[in-house]
């Protein structure tokens, strides 16, 4: 219905589908949809990958809970989003079987509520604003619409927590010079604000809080970056990692 806009790209549609798996009288969901821009598997190759797991499961046998999550791994940990779907149908079963949540089995001390953000988009109305948290795109409109923007929202509500999501669109000095622009209002973190981040640049913003997301896909640095304090938050998408031991 609406166009989904971020700084690299626009998604006007995404495709998936519901696998569901049937154990007595269980019936566990999940969802595979791969994501452009960072899953690698296509559709054939799911479909591929969920055949030969299919084939690998003995009907009317009896399989543990633990049996059912290494078959998965075997057959779908190279198709991320399919083994993330498979093992949130298993833990979908064990979880009814136990009488407990997905989150209580992967954590008993889980919270029973969490915060979510919402995400700003152009046809919000702030008004209507009730969330706690705000997640908003810069680097798609011009830097003084986005100020505009946040500030209207800050006037709304100052305990309204900003994230600001920049998908890499700036240059570390382009950065450092929106920070001073942006600085009074309630901000949790900045996500992703700087074109190919490395140690020597985020240790020159490290006294702002930054999050990471599409870096984690690009290669192994930000294990060095979270060491030397220079990271704040990490945005996990499970399904690209695919399974939930990986994830966890």
């Not at 136990?98 to 046809?123: G, Q, V």
């Not at 009730?130 to 798609?140: C, F, P, T």
């Not at 140690?199 to 970056?225: T, V």
Request: with cysteine.
């Amino acid at each position: 219905k609406k166009l989904f806009k971020n700084h690299n790209r626009e998604y006007s549609s995404r495709e998936g589908f519901i696998i569901k798996i049937i154990s007595q009288s269980f019936v566990g969901k999940g969802e595979v949809a791969p994501l452009d821009g960072f899953s690698k598997e296509n559709f054939q190759e799911i479909i591929w990958g969920l055949e030969t797991l299919i084939e690998a499961v003995e009907f009317n046998t009896e399989y543990t809970f633990n049996e059912l999550l290494n078959l998965a791994e075997v057959h779908c940990s190279k198709i991320p989003s399919l083994h993330f779907a498979v093992d949130t149908a298993l833990y979908d079963i064990e979880g009814q079987n136990r009488n407990l949540s997905i989150a209580a089995i992967l954590n008993p001390k889980c919270k029973n509520e969490i915060n979510l953000s919402d995400m700003y988009t152009t046809n919000n109305q702030i008004k209507n604003i009730k969330s706690n948290y705000i997640k908003y795109k810069l680097g798609v409109n011009d830097l003084s619409y986005d100020i505009k923007i946040l500030n209207t929202i800050n006037a709304h509500n100052q305990s309204i927590k900003l994230r600001l999501d920049a998908n890499q669109a700036y240059t570390l000095e382009e950065f450092q010079n929106i920070y001073k622009q942006l600085s009074h209002l309630n901000i949790e973190y900045f996500e992703e604000p700087i074109n190919k981040p490395d140690k020597y640049k985020l240790e020159k913003i490290k006294d702002i809080n930054i999050a990471i997301d599409e870096s984690i896909y690009m290669n192994n640095d930000y294990c060095q970056w979270i060491e030397m304090g220079l990271i704040n938050t990490v945005i996990i998408k499970p399904s690209i990692w695919g399974g939930f031991k990986k994830f966890n």
